[in-house]
Structure formats: structure tokens, C-alpha cells
């Protein structure tokens, strides 16, 4: 499902694409690149090689991380006690902070905290990551982005 929605924001940007490269790039979006790039088109930045690039980049490492995990997984007998549980939230921490700011953005932040929280209080283990992605993605429609025009 987050996938779904993150394929639902990038289309304005990748619907000019040929099909073949389209799903290309999808093939390697994250929450991370996709978090990037989707930054770099509110700031009227090209993002596409962000996106392919950064997927790419994530993915290679991806597969040399579970390579040294197998291996060498039990080096690290406690990870949690380095805070490595906190990497990918402290990220998009990270971005939330330096992204866009303005009053419809922390709503929308705002209402899929709220219901990634009482997702995770509530219900079953890991729910809580689709639930705020949806509450966003459904508050990010309901509250419209306002043109201004000069």
C-alpha cells in the first residue's frame, strides 16, 4: 500500500515517461529517494535522477547490507542499544523538518502521526506505517493546495 501511494505522487512527474522507464524507476523507489525527490519537485528541482539514482544506490547497498547481515549479523549482539532502530525514523524526521512548510503540510503531517500512533497503540504490529500513510495520503486530497495567483 505505500507503494501504491508513493506510485500515486511521483505520476505527475513520471506519466511522461515511456512505460518501460516508468516502471523502471519504480522498481527501485524507497521511502528514502522517494521522500528526496518528492522535495526536490516541490522546490521545482528536477527529482527523476534522484529518484532512479538514490533507488539504485539504496538498492545496491541494500544487497551488500543483507550480504554483510548474513554473514556478520551477529557482530552486533544489541543494535538496539546503538540506536540503530531509530535510523530510518530519525531520516524522515530529517526530511519533515527541512521539507515545505506551511499550514495544509502540518495538518497533513500532523493527522498521519496521529493515526500512525494510535495505529501502533491499537493495532496489530507494523499496521501503523500503512495507516499513516493512508490518513496522510487521504488528508493530503482533502485539503487542497490553494494557487495563488499574481
Known amino acids: 500500500l505505500r507503494h501504491l501511494l508513493m506510485g500515486a505522487t511521483l505520476y505527475p512527474w513520471l506519466r511522461t515517461l515511456p512505460v518501460a522507464q516508468r516502471y523502471g524507476i519504480m522498481m527501485v523507489v524507497s521511502d528514502a529517494n522517494w521522500a528526496m525527490s518528492m522535495q526536490a519537485f516541490g522546490r521545482q528541482q528536477p527529482g527523476l535522477g534522484l529518484l532512479f539514482g ?10 551488500l547490507g543483507t550480504w554483510l547481515g548474513l554473514h556478520f549479523g551477529n557482530a552486533i549482539q544489541d543494535p538496539y542499544s546503538l540506536g540503530l532502530d531509530m535510523v530510518m525514523g530519525c531520516f524522515l524526521l530529517a526530511l519533515v523538518v527541512g521539507g515545505e512548510k506551511n499550514l495544509r503540510i502540518v495538518l497533513i503531517w500532523a493527522f498521519a502521526a496521529a493515526a ?6 491499537f493495532l496489530p504490529d507494523n499496521s501503523h506505517v500503512v495507516v499513516g500513510a493512508l490518513v496522510g495520503g487521504v488528508a493530503g486530497l482533502c485539503l487542497k493546495e490553494t494557487r495563488h495567483v499574481d
Open 54 to 63: 538514490g533507488g539504485l544506490a539504496l538498492w545496491l547497498f541494500w544487497i
Open 116 to 121: 500512525s500512533l494510535l495505529a501502533f497503540r
